[in-house]
């Protein structure tokens, strides 16, 4: 069963992956052309497009039912990748941020590359673990976890 429905599930993706792909980006792109992070915001309209080309066509071939857990499934899949690139955009943004700081704070140590990823990296791992804290009002461990870093800051140093 399972090898029936791929083979006609790669017709489907080999008919819809061409002739629309460029003409839309570029169109994409013009709208998009200001502001920030536009190369992900046209990848996720296109990502749309695309699978707004995808469902209306795996409804017609599987039918209703079939069709609906296929669309559900490639749904989740879409929405687990964005969040991971949401994360990591998030992140490249806290780290480019940490490390200007670090730069204007400690400017000649600063210019010793392990010295700024490790700070870099540990500041990171803190305000992120802090954040975690106080989203899930676990606001005991927050005493332990500050006593923690400034310990380990003030060691650090020496």
């Known amino acids: 069963m399972f090898v029936g429905i791929s083979k006609r ?28 992070d536009v190369e992900y915001k046209v990848n996720s309209e ?52 940490l490390t200007k700081e670090l730069i204007c704070k400690y400017p000649i140590i600063s210019r010793d590359q392990p010295w700024k990823q490790y700070m870099t990296n540990k500041q990171f791992n803190h305000n992120h673990f802090y954040k975690y804290i106080q989203k899930h009002q676990l606001y005991h461990f927050n005493y332990f976890i500050n006593r923690d870093f400034i310990f380990n800051d003030t060691v650090s140093h020496f």
């Open 46 to 97: 296109m990502m749309d497009e695309y699978f707004s080309r995808l469902s209306s066509e795996i409804l017609l071939e599987f039918g209703e039912d079939l069709g609906n857990l296929l669309i559900n499934q490639g749904k989740s899949f879409i929405l687990m990748k964005r969040a991971i690139e949401l994360y990591q955009l998030d992140c490249n943004k806290v780290k480019n941020n």
């Open 9 to 36: 599930l790669e017709l489907i993706l080999e008919v819809h992956k061409s002739g629309w792909y460029l003409s839309t980006r570029e169109r994409l792109l013009k709208v998009h052309k200001n502001g920030e």
